[in-house]
Every structure is written in structure tokens, then in C-alpha cells.
């Protein structure tokens, strides 16, 4: 236990020791059935039973109301991409038989290299893509995901097939939410006052940091499971009940026929067991979502990630009034789970990386495509050792800038 060190790293990233441990039991003999985790039958009645408890627990964290599902599915982020337009594309078909292909348009925000992948996705599937905001328009380079778009930067289609963001853009740290306190907010004002919205929202990277405001204004919300919650390879959805269409019907209509394990209506007719699902992987999250809930919820967690990325926020400014360190992001675009700077001058990336290792803080290089520094403050990264790499940065700010004069 005295080995494992610091692990700020995006996802996969840290999880509750104690649950790991836990873990180690279930691997072994999973509730009292003498059958490891690992090893039991999916249909068994213990983990059906399992499954559906976990299903409650992610509805009482995110009160998620019976107007929504709540599926669960493999393939990541990556596979919803594709998913979320062939299925959305198959709902509007069934609403709007007579339209021409070209005018089912699909609005995508772009405020970095998700949205941006997910909106190519999109197009590459033969849908009429829509960019109704990009947020390098207002960067200085034109280039740079480092701000959110202004409401006056906001073009939507009328009756678009869906309308699509990335909430808190991981490798880019650009905070986007649609929570309207924020000054990086989804323009929510915008959008029509339509119950069945066909708003689509990726929250891969702060699922369950969090509570997600206008939650149930959300067609779908999804999320991989590895970044707060569990191993990678659980996908968890929630999708309004609209969305869950025939997808088969609107294929006879001309759209896009869905493979069977993509579309929502094979997961929501089986309850997520159509086939195999990543067992393993919803175990963990089941026992991470239960300690969560003893912990005090999301409110909890909302309170230590503004604590936490305060302080490292606040370590980085005062890193930057040295000139040692210099925020990837504007101002007000920071996000409160990955938080990416550079570390100024030939060679002081590598420094501050090695000196971070030397005191094992492990995962802080930025993204390939990037490049910096990236600190992720998933759930599971202590308040202790947040301040643990906050002394760390101090102390290489001071030193730092003591070398300069
Ligand atoms: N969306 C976001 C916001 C992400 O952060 C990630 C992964 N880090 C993905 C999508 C892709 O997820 P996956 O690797 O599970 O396909």
C-alpha cells in the first residue's frame, strides 16, 4: 500500500483505496456466492439484482426522474459519437418522414478536441453537420480551444435532429456546463422552449463531480465510466424516453439502419443485458457509487472539487506573477477537473515533471495533442494530496524565479 503514489492522471484515473480493497474481495467470492466477480453468470440473480443498484444509486445521485433511462453499454465515449447520431437521426425520421437527408441537420458545439472528433464522427456517418458555435473563432491564433463561446457566437438550426456539447473538455481544460452560474455556460436562453429537446451532452470527463443542471431538458447524457467512477469499459446513459425509438421502423422510413448494440431501444428492452456487459467494471462502479453515497452525495463532491481546483488554481497564478507557469486557458474557461498549464522555458516542462515524479505524483503530462502539464482532480484524488502537489508547485515557482534574477 506504501507504494501507491499520487495519480493525477486523466482517465484511467484515481480510485478510493478502500474500494479497491474491497475489490479484491469480490474478485475472490462476490456477495457471498462463493463465485468471484469476475467468473459469475451475468443473468444470475445476484447480479441482476447488482445492476439494478446501481441503476438506483446513479438516479439518487443525479435525481434522475422516470422520464429518463438509465442504459448501460460499452465502447466508450468514442462509440456514442456514432451512436447518439444514428439513433437521434432514426427519432427525427419517425417525426418528420417527408424531409429531405439534407435538411435533418445536426448542431454541434465545438469548444475543443471531443466535440470536435464527435462532430467529425457525425459528418463522416453522412449527417448534415451544423457547427453552431466553435470556440476557436474567438482564440487569439484562431487555432486554440481556450475559451467558451460568447451567446452572441451561438447560430442553431430550427428543428435540428440534435444538439450537441462536451461538457468540460478534458484534454483541452476548458470548462463548458450547462449550469447558467457559470460564466461558461451552455446558452440555454438560446435554445427553443421545447419539452423534448433533442440536447445531447457528452460528460465523459465530470460525470458524478458533479450534480448536472437541467438535467432532464437532456435528450441523453453520457459518460464513460473511468473517470470517477470504475475501470474503463462500463459506457452509462441516460436517455430521455422519446429517444428510445424503433430504430428498425425508421430504417424502413430511409434512415440509417442502427447495429443492434448501438441502438438505445435493444439496451432498454433487455435491461442493458442484451449482451455480455463489462461485469467487472460495473462492480466497481457499484461499490464507488455506494461510497459515495455514504460520503454525502454529489453535494460533497461539488465542495472538495471547488476546493480543490481553487488551490490549484490560485498555485498557478501565483506561478504565473513569477513568470514560471502560464494557464493553457482564458480566464473563466478553466476547468475544475483538469486543470493545464505550461511550464515556461527550455527544458522546465521535463523539470517539473521529473521533480513531480521524484515525489511520486504520477500522470501529470499533458496530452499529446496539448502538451503541458494536465492535473486531473477526479473524485478519488485526496483534498490531502491535492495540497501535497500545490506545495510542490510553490516550492518550484519560487525556486524557479529566484534562478531568473
Ligand atoms: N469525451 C470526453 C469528454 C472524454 O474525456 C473522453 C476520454 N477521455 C472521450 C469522450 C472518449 O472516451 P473513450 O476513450 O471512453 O472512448
Redesign the pocket.
Given at each position: 500500500m506504501e507504494s501507491r503514489a499520487i495519480n493525477f492522471g486523466?482517465?484511467p484515473s484515481a480510485l478510493p483505496t478502500s474500494v479497491l480493497q474491497e475489490v479484491t474481495k469480490g474478485l475472490l467470492n462476490f456477495n457471498g456466492t462463493g463465485i468471484g466477480i469476475a467468473e459469475i453468470s451475468h443473468r444470475s440473480k445476484e447480479f441482476t439484482t447488482y445492476l439494478q443498484g446501481v441503476e438506483h444509486n446513479i438516479r439518487k445521485l443525479l435525481d434522475v426522474q422516470p422520464t429518463h433511462s438509465i442504459l448501460f453499454t460499452q465502447?466508450?465515449?468514442?462509440?456514442q459519437f456514432s451512436a447518439v447520431v444514428l439513433n437521434m437521426l432514426a427519432r427525427h425520421r419517425l417525426l418528420h418522414p417527408e424531409l429531405k437527408d439534407e435538411d435533418r441537420v445536426l448542431d454541434y458545439v465545438v469548444t475543443g478536441s471531443?466535440s470536435k472528433k464527435a462532430a467529425e464522427e457525425a459528418r463522416r456517418m453522412g449527417g448534415s453537420v451544423n457547427i453552431a458555435a466553435d470556440s476557436r473563432k474567438s482564440s487569439k491564433d484562431k487555432k486554440a480551444f481556450d475559451n467558451i463561446p460568447t451567446a452572441d457566437a451561438y447560430s442553431f438550426s430550427k428543428d435540428p435532429a440534435l444538439i450537441y456539447y462536451?461538457a468540460?473538455?478534458?484534454?483541452d481544460g476548458v470548462e463548458f456546463s450547462p449550469d447558467e452560474t457559470s460564466p461558461a455556460s451552455f446558452p440555454f436562453h438560446l435554445l427553443p422552449k421545447d419539452a423534448l429537446l433533442p440536447l445531447v451532452g457528452?460528460h465523459?470527463?465530470s460525470f458524478m463531480s458533479r450534480p448536472i443542471p437541467h438535467l432532464s431538458d437532456h435528450a441523453i447524457i453520457y459518460a464513460?465510466a473511468?473517470k470517477n467512477l470504475g475501470p474503463?469499459g462500463l459506457?452509462i446513459l441516460i436517455v430521455r424516453n422519446d429517444c428510445i425509438v424503433d430504430v428498425d421502423a425508421a430504417a424502413r422510413l430511409g434512415a440509417i439502419p442502427v447495429p443492434i448494440c448501438l441502438s438505445y431501444k435493444t439496451l432498454a428492452d433487455h435491461n442493458s443485458l442484451y449482451n455480455t456487459p463489462p461485469v467487472l467494471s460495473i462492480y466497481v462502479t457499484g461499490l464507488v457509487l455506494e461510497h459515495m453515497v455514504q460520503l454525502g452525495g454529489l453535494d460533497y463532491y461539488a465542495g472538495l472539487t471547488n476546493r480543490k481546483a481553487k488551490k490549484i488554481y490560485d498555485a498557478l497564478k501565483d506561478g504565473e506573477t513569477k513568470g514560471v507557469f502560464k494557464s493553457k486557458v482564458k480566464e473563466g474557461s478553466g476547468s475544475q477537473m483538469n486543470v493545464v498549464f505550461d511550464v515556461l522555458g527550455e527544458g522546465m516542462l521535463g523539470k517539473f515533471i521529473a521533480g513531480a515524479e521524484e515525489r511520486a505524483m504520477k500522470g501529470l503530462k499533458g496530452h499529446r495533442s496539448v502538451g503541458g502539464v494536465r492535473v486531473s482532480i477526479y473524485n478519488a484524488v485526496t483534498e490531502q494530496e491535492t495540497d501535497q502537489l500545490i506545495a510542490y508547485m510553490e516550492q518550484f515557482a519560487e525556486r524557479h524565479e529566484a534562478h531568473k534574477e
Open positions: 486523466a482517465g465502447g466508450g465515449g468514442s462509440t471531443w462536451c468540460n473538455e478534458t484534454v457528452d465523459s470527463s464513460g473511468q474503463a459506457t
